[in-house]
């Protein structure tokens, strides 16, 4: 039994085990190991506390970004395709989107360029309008739209040949977007089941204003209140004054 306050050492003869620094065992060494390469706890711990901490900000990256599914049923339900048309414009066949929710069309400055390298004459297929490039366009996901330039574009669609109104901006494709404001103008209409009411149509969106006349005239003196006849001339139908 030692004084107090001594601190008692272990002999040096006294083996110690062999830890093995690959998988963290004893009894062997690293160079006699049969298991797979052992990571040190601390290393898995940082690599997993890091994951924690970037992990929900990458997904909310890639779910702004783009939408994946893995099951056919979700895409059904939950995405739906994209209503794609082949078109002719600038000498080329390309896709545009026909978009019955976007109010403009947009021509990405991408598919100029492309139809320049192939020899185009873009000044016979684009007029353009100007001081219409003033206007603050979103996309889907609210995102603020940089707008060049304001044209009309020679486009050939089921064989229809116009000049439509859109808006130049930068896009990472090549894919046209059709707006409301050129589909009727292509023949194009929207419609639900059997009903014969195009649903882009100005009539069918917007309440129809006809005059109102008072059938017969009444003096109301200033400040005064008095009922009076009122009609309109267009038919039998019930109307709202």
């Known amino acids: 039994m030692g004084n107090k306050g001594e601190i008692r050492r272990q002999p040096a003869d006294v083996d110690v085990p062999k830890r093995c620094y690959q998988c963290g065992k004893f009894g062997h060494i690293a160079k006699?190991?049969?298991s797979k390469k052992y990571e040190?706890?601390?290393?898995?711990?940082?690599?997993?506390?890091?994951?924690?901490?970037?992990?929900?900000?990458?997904?909310?990256?890639?779910?702004?970004?783009?939408?994946?599914?893995?099951?056919?049923?979700?895409e059904q339900e939950f995405v739906g395709r994209k209503l794609l048309v082949p078109v002719r414009t600038m000498n080329m066949t390309v896709q545009a989107l026909l978009d019955t929710g976007s109010e403009t069309s947009i021509a990405p400055l991408s598919l100029f360029k492309r139809a320049k390298d192939n020899g185009a004459d873009l000044d016979a297929f684009v007029e353009r309008v100007p001081r219409m490039t003033?206007?603050?366009?979103?996309?889907?996901?609210?995102?603020?739209?940089?707008?060049?330039?304001?044209?009309?574009?020679?486009?050939?669609?089921?064989?229809?040949?116009?000049?439509?109104?859109m808006y130049v901006s930068r896009s990472p494709n090549d894919v046209l977007i059709l707006g409301t404001n050129v589909l009727h103008r292509l023949a194009l209409k929207l419609m639900q089941g059997q009903s014969p009411?195009?649903?882009?149509?100005n009539s069918s969106n917007e309440q129809t204003v006809?005059?109102?006349?008072?059938?017969?005239?009444?003096?109301?003196?200033?400040?005064?209140?008095?009922?009076?006849?009122v009609a309109y001339l267009q038919g039998n139908t019930d109307a709202i004054f």
């Open 40 to 74: 040190p706890v601390n290393r898995v711990r940082e690599e997993n506390a890091q994951r924690e901490t970037v992990s929900f900000s990458t997904a909310l990256e890639e779910w702004l970004c783009a939408t994946a599914t893995t099951e056919e049923s979700q």
């Open 32 to 34: 006699d190991c049969r």
């Open 210 to 229: 006809y005059p109102a006349v008072v059938k017969k005239r009444i003096y109301v003196p200033p400040g005064g209140r008095k009922m009076v006849t």
């Open 134 to 165: 003033k206007v603050t366009i979103r996309d889907a996901s609210g995102n603020k739209m940089e707008v060049l330039d304001s044209i009309r574009l020679v486009v050939n669609i089921f064989g229809r040949t116009e000049k439509l109104a």
């Open 197 to 201: 009411t195009n649903l882009l149509s």
